[in-house]
């Protein structure tokens, strides 16, 4: 009978361990943002105004923490810091634009593993907050606010380069949704003689470089 024990107890596996990993990066982001583009026709001189570019790209550095639930669903907390800068001259007048933004998100993955790689298609849910500062001079920045939920799907492929540490290459698609800019006192960014409130909200694709690391 002792035998026959430990002969059942032999051929059981052990539990896989719940994979928990790190990454970080840096991305390009190339989207459209309507409300804030008719913001700057609006604004400036006609002259310049025709340069300005209906698609426009910013960077962002990401980072976040991934745990896999079972061999093949994970969910991440995911964090980028977003930045984009434009700049249009109309003599003696220089339009100066920064846009920077948190980017939290919720991410749930369907993944694909192999021996040498892994493939995951995740979305997710976000609320970002947003800045975009308006540097009138050389002494003056205005500064206006908004926030927002976001949306996100994306593809993900993580070659194996060494026993814990991974690549990170993803492409991935976004629709950001969020409220009128406003300064500090509640006034919302409007062009001259314009009643619309500017907001960036818009949508686009991007993609990720960066690396993995299993934290056990």
Do not use: C, W
């Not at 002259?47 to 639930?69: M, Q």
């Not at 948190?102 to 749930?108: A, D």
């Not at 849910?125 to 540097?135: A, I, L, M």
């Amino acid at each position: 009978m002792g035998i026959f024990i430990s002969s059942v107890n032999a051929q059981k596996q052990p539990a896989k361990k719940k994979q928990i990993s790190l990454y970080a990066g840096m991305g390009l982001d190339y989207g459209i943002t309507p409300e804030f583009n008719d913001y700057l026709v609006a604004q400036i001189p006609y002259s310049t105004s025709d340069s300005i570019k209906s698609f426009n790209a910013g960077i962002e550095f990401f980072g976040g923490l991934e745990y896999e639930f079972s061999s093949t669903i994970s969910a991440k907390l995911d964090y980028s810091y977003y930045i984009r800068s434009m700049s249009y001259s109309y003599s003696p007048a220089v339009f100066d634009y920064t846009i920077n933004g948190h980017q939290p998100y919720i991410i749930v993955n369907y993944m694909l593993k192999f021996p040498n790689f892994n493939f995951k298609f995740g979305a997710g849910v976000g609320f970002h907050f947003q800045q975009v500062d308006n540097k009138v001079n050389n002494s003056t920045t205005l500064t206006y606010k908004s926030n927002g939920p976001s949306i996100r799907a994306e593809i993900v492929f993580s070659p194996k380069l060494s026993n814990n540490f991974y690549g990170y290459l993803s492409g991935f698609a976004f629709g950001n949704f969020y409220g009128s800019l406003k300064d500090n006192s509640g006034n919302p960014l409007k062009a001259p003689n314009s009643n619309v409130e500017a907001s960036v909200s818009g949508y686009g694709i991007g993609a990720r470089l960066g690396f993995s690391v299993n934290l056990n």
